[in-house]
């Protein structure tokens, strides 16, 4: 996960409880509105194109969140069917890539922060991010995308141009398919993620899918990885 976002499992058992085991092995389950540890299908349970069969496009979660989820599981446990590939892209080098094109347009993703936002009933999360955050050392540190949960906002006509060659360049790259993974979850098979870095979406599928899955922390993901190593945070 720390070299490129993304690392594979395969002969999990089927059911939760590995789901849950696996996901604990960097902290505690980040509960959300969609529950801690996700049981899911394409039963349209909530308001979110996850619970249903249509295609999803390249995304990040959470990015109607003050804090978006640091690391994501996906854990198939069921699926009889046909389609249903799953997408990642490594929104860091898509963010690279413009930066050494078009560091106009990588400015503007730096700066603007764009606003997204979560409504059911009897919720409404909202939140605003640039698409691309840099640390204090200049390095990527999160990628913020998710065309689906955008909402409207109003910039003046010479900032809303530059920001729509940006954001319209981001999302030209996200869907080039020389920046992209693809596989097939079948039972028994996950996927863990960084959040902050890759940005996943899922092709539309027949059939029945049930998933299983969950979000952890990004400070207990860094914590973990810095205990593994025997490092302290001023050691990096």
């Avoid at 997408?87 to 413009?98: C, L, M, R, S």
């Amino acid at each position: 996960i720390e070299a490129y976002g993304l690392v594979t499992f395969s002969n999990v058992a089927e059911n939760m409880q590995s789901t849950k085991k696996l996901l604990e092995q960097v902290g505690y389950i980040r509960e959300t509105v969609f529950g801690g540890l996700w049981d899911f299908s394409n039963n349209e349970a909530h308001s979110d194109s996850a619970y249903t069969s249509v295609g999803i496009g390249l995304h990040t979660d959470g990015t109607y969140t003050l804090d978006p989820p640091g690391l994501q599981l996906l854990h198939c446990l069921a699926f009889t069917g046909e389609g249903a590939f799953n997408q990642f892209v490594d929104g860091f080098k898509v963010a690279q890539t413009i930066k050494e094109e078009d560091p106009e347009s990588y400015q503007v993703l730096k700066q603007v922060k764009v606003p997204a936002h979560y409504i059911e009933p009897g919720i409404q999360l909202r939140a605003e991010h640039a698409v691309v955050r840099e640390n204090t050392q200049g390095l990527f540190e999160q990628i913020c995308f998710n065309n689906y949960d955008r909402s409207p906002f109003m910039l003046s006509a010479t900032e809303q141009s530059a920001f729509y060659k940006a954001y319209g360049r981001f999302q030209q790259l996200v869907n080039d398919p020389a920046f992209q993974v693809s596989l097939q979850l079948q039972p028994g098979r996950a996927v863990w993620f960084d959040n902050w870095r890759v940005m996943h979406a899922r092709t539309a599928f027949s059939g029945y899918r049930h998933l299983a899955g969950g979000y952890t922390n990004r400070e207990d993901y860094i914590s973990k990885m810095l205990t593994l190593r025997g490092q302290t945070p001023w050691e990096e």
